[in-house]
T-cell receptor, first 111, second 113 residues
Framework: DAGVIQSPRHEVTEMGQEVTLRCKPI?????LFWYRQTMMRGLELLIY????????DSGMPEDRFSAKMPNASFSTLKIQPSEPRDSAVYFC?????????FGSGTRLTVV | GESVGLHLPTLSVQEGDNSIINCAYS??????FIWYKQESGKGPQFIID?????DKRQGQRVTVLLNKTVKHLSLQIAATQPGDSAVYFC????????????FGQGTELSVKP
């Protein structure tokens, strides 16, 4: 089992550009979560899906952020347009009844 | 409101000593807690969990204690090793909200050889 796979591992982009982060959950896990981690705010839940359906997006900071899960094996988090304050590590996690597994994260830097 | 927080942001211990990391929570309805370890450049990794119908749970070198009276959670690491150096988070699993995790701020554990 390869675990939760996120890409890219690192992303550096200019302010105003569109950024797309990708996640492949563990096969068989029915829930998927997107978290953001910063020094100031710690780990924050942005959005989560259950059986590919968005359940709670109350953590999404602004309309610039959007997330999709077109099928059980893929999800994206998009930021358009990106801003320097979006710089953070973004984690994807998937879960089953047996627990959570986190990916290694995408470190986003917006300059 | 709901919040999960840690008492100490940093903890430095000598190799071989026991470590205790503390966590307070405010939602008395919380019924499931998890401790995670996060090493540099990696995602949080599950260590141990505990349900509210338990006071104590033991794993390999780790013990979690739950005091529901004062809404306090602790993680004890026995015979701390350099490989234990990491940031430790407690998290509240909100089953009544779809199983999402609410994390505390984290404690950085540094093990001196």
């Amino acid at each position: 089992d390869a675990g939760v796979i996120q890409s890219p591992r690192h992303e550096v982009t200019e302010m105003g550009q569109e950024v797309t982060l990708r996640c492949k959950p563990i096969s068989g896990h029915n829930s998927l979560f997107w978290y953001r981690q910063t020094m100031m705010r710690g780990l924050e839940l942005l959005i989560y899906f259950n059986n590919n359906v968005p359940i709670d997006d109350s953590g999404m900071p602004e309309d610039r952020f959007s997330a999709k899960m077109p099928n059980a094996s893929f999800s994206t988090l998009k930021i358009q347009p990106s801003e320097p304050r979006d710089s953070a590590v973004y984690f994807c996690a998937s879960s089953s009844q047996y627990g959570y597994t986190f990916g290694s994260g995408t470190r986003l830097t917006v300059v | 409101g709901e919040s999960v927080g840690l008492h100490l942001p940093t903890l430095s211990v000598q190799e071989g000593d026991n470590s205790i990391i503390n966590c307070a929570y405010s939602n008395s309805a919380s019924d499931y807690f998890i401790w995670y370890k996060q090493e540099s450049g990696k995602g949080p990794q599950f260590i141990i969990d505990i349900r509210s119908n338990m006071d104590k749970r033991q794993g390999q070198r780790v013990t979690v204690l739950l005091n529901k009276t004062v809404k306090h959670l602790s993680l004890q690491i026995a015979a701390t090793q350099p490989g234990d150096s990491a940031v430790y988070f407690c998290a509240e699993n909100l089953y009544n909200q779809g199983g999402k995790l609410i994390f505390g701020q984290g404690t950085e554990l540094s093990v001196k050889p």
